[in-house]
């Protein structure tokens, strides 16, 4: 049975956990470990079950707690090289990955570890590096994008496969062009390289939803530049006017930025 969970997601700091019976991966450790161990805690789970942690890039809010979780665990960290290398020069990363810790994938290139056969997928964003993850366990196919300043074909593809789906449904443009950050700021949010608005999230869902789609997650809500029902119904909205009603075809819902979700049991 493959379980799913969110501690966070947001720029306040991100971390999702995916496990087994018998086996567990962190996606993104930008979550404080006294907190992650509260929320364990509170599940009823053990952090000792974790396994493995997946980075999907160097920025702060997904990583600055990387270096601890992994240490403290033992744990193996996987990201690509450029990742890697984009944690050693953050300065926000204080305790850094141990050489022994630090694995190294490559894009494209499944790989398995312990119940899940795992293949990494390049997203644009103005970082060292940036990847989503598609993850087989249990027969389920669960795909995350998160930090996607737009979607390409190699991700559309990706998101066709998924059984479930956490994709970035970061502002309202409006509310960005609006609100109070700096023009510069604007611009890089809305760029390509930037984060995914409510709008091109639905279009992209619009596009490439197919009936093996059974949940989607929206995640990496903007705390300026967005609010929870307005993504949602946003998104519904580009759905229905497509004849997809959310609920029905299938389920949507939105992660929270400090609190965790439920527990989804995904088969």
Known sequence: MLNFISFGSGSSGNCYMLYTDGDGL??????????LKKHFQDYGLQLQQVKHILVTHDHADHVKSVGKISGDCNLPVYATREVHQGILQNYCVRKKITPINTK????????????????????????????GYRI??????FCLITDAGHITEEMKSFISEANYLVIEANHDTEMLFNGPYPEYLKERVNGPSGHLSNRLCGETLVE??????????????????????LARKTVEMILQNSGIIAGKDFLLDVLKRRTPSDVYTLT
Do not use: M, Y
């Not at 962190?26 to 907190?35: E, M």
């Open 26 to 35: 962190l996606i993104d450790a930008g979550v404080g470990i006294r907190t």
């Open 104 to 131: 190294l994938i490559e894009k494209n290139k499944p790989f398995q570890l312990g119940d899940f056969r795992i293949t990494a997928f390049s997203v644009p964003h103005d970082s060292a590096d940036n990847v």
């Open 136 to 141: 087989e366990a249990e027969g389920v196919v």
């Open 208 to 229: 490439n939803a197919t009936p093996r789609l059974r949940h989607v997650w929206l995640c990496h809500l903007s705390q300026e530049n967005n609010h929870p029902e």
